[in-house]
Nanobody, 118 residues
Framework: QVQLVESGGRLVSPGGSLTLSCAAS????????MRWYRQVPGKDRELVAS????????EYIDSVRGRFTISRDNDKSRHYLQMTGLKPEDTAVYYC???????????WGQGTQVTVSS
């Protein structure tokens, strides 16, 4: 059974930093593309960052490029989202996603809440 478990979300002040972690089990982790999405109430889930199978290809949406860094550790079956310079508009539930190809829906975690507020 595939499981993705996110952790690390919490309340943080504007300008602060946070690292989210996603622990994967039940799948050959190094064969999966990994992504972070986020969602706020009333809006569609938004792709934030993605990383290739070998940690050699990363992509970000414009609003987080230069502030967020996605990474993965294939030996530990984990991937991460380091977030710096956090803004109130980064407030959302962040979800981990694992997929074999860019066109398959893949698997989702349960989400972790990030709140940026003073």
């Amino acid at each position: 059974q595939v499981q993705l478990v996110e952790s690390g979300g919490r309340l943080v002040s504007p300008g602060g930093s946070l690292t989210l972690s996603c622990a994967a089990s039940g799948l050959p982790f190094n064969m999966y593309l990994m992504r972070w999405y986020r969602q706020v109430p009333g809006k569609d889930r938004e792709l934030v960052a993605s990383i290739g199978r070998g940690d050699d290809t990363t992509e970000y949406i414009d609003s987080v490029r230069g502030r967020f860094t996605i990474s993965r550790d294939n030996d530990k079956s984990r991937h991460y989202l380091q977030m710096t310079g956090l803004k109130p508009e980064d407030t959302a539930v962040y979800y981990c996603n694992a997929r074999r190809t860019a066109k398959t829906p893949g698997y989702w975690g349960q989400g972790t809440q990030v709140t940026v507020s003073s």
